[in-house]
């Protein structure tokens, strides 16, 4: 059975700082890696994917993976307290067009 | 991305009755999913609907309590039936875009009494 671990936190960092997110899968195949964001009461947002090993920065956010580890992480710079949300992890398999998603980890930024 | 409704955007049901939600896109999608969201829980794949052909359903999901409508490429239909209140959830719907990214409607929160 694929799966996808997070620790659900929650992750509590201080306004300005820099916030890790880590996540870990089971299935060696994955070819695809996704980070949504959740705030509560609202649907997962797509806010980064990334298909190859190494880093990939889209202001703030950096994703990194690396397949040998069966690791993606999630940092993110100058955490505000909007970044407060659940994290969700999802992992692409090799076969099909599902995603598998991971439990969350909570992070509460603090001003 | 694509632009993605659902209706309705919450209900509360009796148990025993059934609730179909609809999932509308502003254009045109092969890949089409349902969710299941549990209090304080991740997302659970429910099926993957396709146009044109039968949804196919993951480990403890069947047809027969959640059929699945796909009757064109920006349309889709969850129906939850003979409801109890184990299956109060937020049922969302997603399409796939580019690359196996895929976004999410607003979501649907049922409560079941």
């Known amino acids: 059975q694929k799966e996808v671990e997070q620790n659900s936190g929650p992750l509590s960092v201080p306004e300005g700082a820099i916030a890790s997110l880590n996540c870990t899968y089971s299935?060696?195949?994955?070819?695809?890696f996704f980070w949504y964001r959740q705030y509560s009461g609202k649907s997962p947002e797509l806010i980064m994917s990334i298909y190859s090993n190494g880093d990939k920065e889209d202001g703030r956010f950096t994703a990194q993976l690396n397949k040998a580890s069966q690791y993606v992480s999630l940092l993110i710079r100058d955490s505000q307290p909007s970044d407060s949300a659940t994290y969700l992890c999802?992992?692409?398999?090799?076969?099909?067009?599902?995603?598998?998603f991971g439990g969350g980890t909570r992070l509460m930024v603090k001003p | 991305s694509a632009v993605i409704s659902q209706k309705p955007s919450r209900d509360i049901c009796q148990r025993g009755t059934s609730l179909t939600i609809q999932c509308q896109v502003d254009s045109q999608v092969t890949m089409m999913f349902w969710y299941r969201q549990q209090p304080g829980q991740s997302l659970t794949l429910i099926a993957t609907a396709n146009q044109g052909s039968e949804a196919t359903y993951e480990s403890g999901f069947v047809i027969d309590k959640f059929p699945i409508s796909r009757p064109n490429l920006t349309f889709s239909t969850l129906t939850v039936s003979n409801m109890s209140p184990e299956d109060s959830s937020i049922y969302l719907c997603?399409?796939?875009?580019?690359?196996?990214?895929?976004?999410f409607g607003p979501g649907t929160r049922l409560t079941v009494t």
């Open positions: 999802a992992v692409n398999g090799d076969a099909g067009n599902m995603l598998t």
């Open positions: 299935d060696r195949g994955s070819q695809s």
């Open positions: 997603s399409v796939e875009g580019s690359a196996y990214e895929q976004y």
